[in-house]
């Protein structure tokens, strides 16, 4: 059974910066690509960076040339350095992975942006 962890969420300014960390538990993930979704009250849960086994990424076109997932396999943990943040960044931010057919979610951690 995967468990995963998210922290590092807050209250940054505009133009500011946050990390954030998702720890595994359970598993090693090492071979599973890892993914960050967020949901903004009202709106549906979209993805916004996720990076395979390979460390390959991908990013959505908001969030492109601002925000870098990377991964370390050793301690079984993906991230998220958001730079550049804006208003509209904020949402409750989830660390995903689909192992063996099932996917799994943390509990989410909030990311609030002030104007």
């Known amino acids: 059974q995967v468990q995963l962890v998210e922290s590092g969420g807050g209250l940054v300014q505009a133009g500011g910066s946050l990390r954030l960390s998702c720890a595994a538990s359970?598993?090693?993930?090492?071979?599973?690509?890892m993914a960050w979704y967020r949901q903004a009250p009202g709106k549906q849960r979209e993805l916004v960076a996720r990076?395979?086994?390979?460390?390959?990424?991908n990013y959505s076109d908001s969030v492109k040339g601002r925000f870098t997932i990377s991964r370390d396999n050793a301690k079984n943990m993906v991230f998220l350095q958001m730079s550049t943040l804006k208003p509209e960044d904020k949402a409750v931010y989830y660390c995903n992975t689909l192992d063996a057919g099932n996917p799994y979610w943390g509990q989410g951690t909030q990311v609030t942006v002030s104007s």
């Open positions: 359970g598993r090693m993930l090492l071979m599973n690509t």
């Open positions: 990076i395979t086994s390979f460390g390959s990424t």
